[in-house]
């Protein structure tokens, strides 16, 4: 599974990088916390959600977003569980 958080490690995996790393046979998932909304349009769009699952990272309320657009993100990491 991939973590693209940049702001914890200064790196954004784009949504073309992303694209390539989901044809690879064991990177299955990614927790995609970008703060870039486009990039959560593009990597739904490139991505095939039978080689790799994508869940948002950045909690209930973008995840709600993201769905009600017909984002293929198939879950999302609760901020309040990351809290606790």
Request: proline share 5%; charged share 20%; hydrophobic share 45%.
């Amino acid at each position: 599974m991939i973590y693209n958080n940049p702001d914890v490690s200064g790196l954004l995996i784009s949504p073309d990088l992303l694209y390539r790393l989901s044809k690879i046979d064991k990177i299955v998932a990614v927790k995609d916390n970008t703060p870039i909304i486009d990039h959560y349009f593009l990597n739904s769009a490139m991505i095939d959600p039978s080689d790799m699952v994508l869940l948002n990272g950045r909690g209930e309320l973008q995840f709600l977003g993201s769905a009600a657009y017909g984002f293929k993100y198939r879950g999302f990491v609760t901020f309040i569980i990351n809290l606790l």
